[in-house]
């Protein structure tokens, strides 16, 4: 990679593994993540999508060392910050923050929104440094909310409130790097518009990178500048979300994509169905993941596992069809 294209790198993973041993033999080892490798560029908006199940809040938590990596290398601003531990993983958590997808699992029910917005503060020894009151008026003005919010306690809030708080908090600390873990999916679809609306503006604003993870195509179309798609713990495609939806390569993908309702096109694609279920995660078939489900099978799939490669600038795929 070129000097000036790694200067544009933010994160980059580099063969992640991340693996849950079963509590006896039977249970067997779960392969949450299964070697993944890729590139966050500074000031975009990185989707993730894929069913559930696939690995995509495991890889989301371990790429921000919520979780330690089982083996690989994560590079933040050019350092490893796979191993850290202690004052220095303290000191990352400034950098790179998390939006749960559960609103109201994520705030104390005992504190008060003033109090969970001064808990970052309080964390990293802050409250002496910087005029704290000021910065949580700042950061409730920021995500459209004000004062009267301050002495509220999470049940006397909405949902679309509730994610607001959690934005803000994730907000605090000025992070570069923001994990968006399924962060509309528990909202109504009319707030769920406003939040994204929202994530649009605070990016803009404060030059922030996401890593959004989403089941939802059409939530990851509207918000991404670059898309992953992941089955059973591994990447198969990586495009520009218009190069994705113009010409998918993965027959997963492809599955994947005939799935999104059609309103009012002249043109409806076929869905695609898939033969047989998901395998289990601590039992992936051999070679290519997919291969048992996969209408383009091959011999070479079930023997092999298919490197993600680049087929076209910028849209790289794992699929043995495209291996020449």
């Known amino acids: ?29 779960v392969k949450a993540v299964d070697d993944i490798s890729l590139e966050i560029k500074k000031g975009e908006t990185f989707g993730v999508v894929g069913e559930s199940g696939c690995g995509k809040s495991t890889l989301g938590r371990t790429l921000i060392r919520l979780l330690k990596p089982t083996e690989g290398h994560i590079y933040l601003d050019g350092t490893d910050i796979a191993g850290m531990k202690g004052a220095d993983l303290k000191e990352m958590r400034k950098k790179a923050q998390i939006i749960f997808q559960d609103p109201s699992a994520c705030l104390n029910p005992r504190r008060t929104v003033r109090q969970i917005l001064m808990e970052p503060f309080e964390i990293h020894q802050m409250t002496k440094q910087i005029d704290v009151e000021a910065r949580i008026m700042e950061l409730l003005n920021l995500v459209g909310l004000d004062a009267y919010h301050l002495s509220r306690y999470p049940h006397e809030l ?22 968006c873990d399924e962060a509309v999916s528990a909202l109504d679809v009319s707030v769920q518009a406003q939040v994204l609306n929202l994530l649009q503006e605070l990016k803009e604003k404060l030059g922030l990178t996401y890593f959004f993870i989403s089941h939802n ?31 998918r390569y993965h027959p997963y993908t492809e599955a994947l994509l005939s799935a ?36 383009r099978a091959c011999d070479r799939c079930s023997l092999e596992v298919p490197k993600l490669r680049e087929v076209e600038k910028g849209h790289l795929v794992a699929c043995h069809l495209y291996d020449q």
């Open 260 to 295: 999104i309702p059609q309103v009012g096109q002249e043109e409806r694609r076929e869905r695609i169905r898939l033969r047989g279920e998901v395998p289990s995660p601590s039992n992936p078939p051999d070679g290519c993941h997919f291969h048992t489900r996969c209408p």
């Open 217 to 247: 195509l059409n939530v990851v179309y509207q918000v991404s500048d670059r898309v992953g798609v992941m089955y059973l713990g591994k990447i198969v495609e990586i495009a520009d979300y218009d190069q994705l939806y113009e010409k």
């Open 158 to 179: 909405s949902g679309g409130q509730k994610q607001r708080i959690g934005i803000a908090r994730a907000l605090a600390l000025k992070p570069d790097l923001i994990i």
């Open 1 to 29: 990679m070129a000097a000036a294209e790694e200067k544009d790198v933010l994160m980059r993973a580099d063969h992640i593994k991340v693996y849950f041993k079963g509590k006896n033999k039977r249970s067997g080892t």
